[in-house]
């Protein structure tokens, strides 16, 4: 399997992928869900230049 690829598994057919380091540690890579669904809203306006990136970071700091 190619990197970067999400790997199928389990019951909603979907596992986060990791990223080895050289520290040893290990990173997930974050998905939409990840993230709260006013946050995915206020990126999608950001996204589509409703809105200026300073007022997309004031706003999702909250």
């Not at 057919?13 to 869900?33: D, H, I, Y």
């Amino acid at each position: 399997m190619s990197k970067g690829r999400i790997r199928r598994h389990g019951k909603l057919g979907l596992r986060p992928v990791t990223f080895p380091r050289r520290s040893g540690q290990t990173l997930t890579r974050m998905t939409a869900r990840t993230f709260d669904q006013g946050l995915r809203e206020l990126y999608d306006v950001f996204a589509h230049g409703l809105m200026s990136k300073r007022a997309f970071l004031d706003r999702a700091g909250k």
